[in-house]
T-cell receptor, first 112, second 118 residues
Framework: DQQVKQNSPSLSVQEGRISILNCDYTNSMFDYFLWYKKYPAEGPTFLISISSIKDKNEDGRFTVFLNKSAKHLSLHIVPSQPGDSAVYFCAASVTNAGKSTFGDGTTLTVKP | EPEVTQTPSHQVTQMGQEVILRCVPISNHLYFYWYRQILGQKVEFLVSFYNNEISEKSEIFDDQFSVERPDGSNFTLKIRSTKLEDSAMYFC????????????????FGPGTRLTVL
C-alpha cells in the first residue's frame, strides 16, 4: 500500500520560473507533511513541513500547500535556481517525532 | 554546523555474514532512526529509537536486524545474516527531543552507508 505518492518522476523548469512538485497521500492519520531534498551520494535534507491544521507554510523561496480534503500537497519553489536541481521527496508522519513515510521522489532539473 | 556521520561509507560483504553499520547522531538529539533506500526505490523506514529502546519498527525490521546505542555517542544497526536483498543505502537520522506544538521535529540525515551483499 503506497501511502504517499509522487506521480511525476521528473520535472524540468527554466531558471527564474516557478517549480511545482505534487504529492498525494492516502492515510488520514498523517498529521505532518514534509518535503526533503536529496543530492546524489548524500542523505535527504529536510526542507519544509506543514501540520494538518494549516493549508500553507512559507519559508523563503519555498511554500508548501496542503489540501486536506483532497489529500494533496504541493511544493512551490519561486524563483527556481539551478542549485535547486535535486530529487525532492514528499513524506508524511503521524506524529511530530515519528517516522517519515516517503514518496518515490521527483527529480527536478532547473535549466540556466 | 552539527551533522550526523556514518561509517563506513561503503561496506561489501558476503551473503550470510554479519554487518554493523555505525552512526554518530547530533549530540543533543534524543530520537534516532534508520532508513534504507534500495537502488531505484523509495526511502523506507526501518526503526526508531528513543530512551534506549525501540519506539517503532517496520515489517522490514525482522529478527535479523537489531539496533543499539552502546555508548553516549554511537547508534548502530546490525544485520545478523545478510541477504542479497539487503543491498541498499542505509541512512541514519536523528532529531531533537523538544516537542513543539504543530511543528515537526526535523530529522537530520547522515550521508548513508552503501551496503553491497555479494
Amino acid at each position: 500500500d503506497q501511502q504517499v505518492k509522487q506521480n511525476s518522476p521528473s520535472l524540468s523548469v527554466q531558471e527564474g520560473r516557478i517549480s511545482i512538485l505534487n504529492c498525494d497521500y492516502t492515510n488520514s492519520m498523517f498529521d505532518y507533511f514534509l518535503w526533503y531534498k536529496k543530492y546524489p551520494a548524500e542523505g535527504p535534507t529536510f526542507l519544509i513541513s506543514i501540520s494538518s491544521i494549516k493549508d500553507k507554510n512559507e519559508d523563503g523561496r519555498f511554500t508548501v500547500f496542503l489540501n486536506k480534503s483532497a489529500k494533496h500537497l504541493s511544493l512551490h519553489i519561486v524563483p527556481s535556481q539551478p542549485g535547486d536541481s535535486a530529487v525532492y521527496f514528499c513524506a508524511a508522519s503521524v506524529t511530530n517525532a515519528g517516522k517519515s513515510t516517503f514518496g518515490d521522489g521527483t527529480t527536478l532539473t532547473v535549466k540556466p | 554546523e552539527p551533522e550526523v556521520t556514518q561509517t563506513p561509507s561503503h561496506q561489501v560483504t558476503q551473503m550470510g555474514q554479519e554487518v554493523i553499520l555505525r552512526c554518530v547522531p547530533i549530540s543533543n538529539h534524543l530520537y534516532f532512526y534508520w532508513y534504507r533506500q534500495i537502488l531505484g526505490q523509495k526511502v523506507e523506514f526501518l526503526v526508531s529509537f528513543y530512551n534506549n529502546e525501540i519506539s517503532e519498527k517496520s515489517e522490514i525490521f525482522d529478527d535479523q536486524f537489531s539496533v543499539e546505542r552502546p555508548d553516549g555517542s554511537n547508534f548502530t544497526l546490525k544485520i545478523r545474516s545478510t541477504k542479497l536483498e539487503d543491498s541498499a543505502m542505509y541512512f541514519c537520522a536523528s532529531s531533537e527531543s523538544t516537542s513543539r506544538y504543530l511543528r515537526y521535529n526535523e530529522q537530520f540525515f547522515g550521508p548513508g552507508t552503501r551496503l553491497t551483499v555479494l
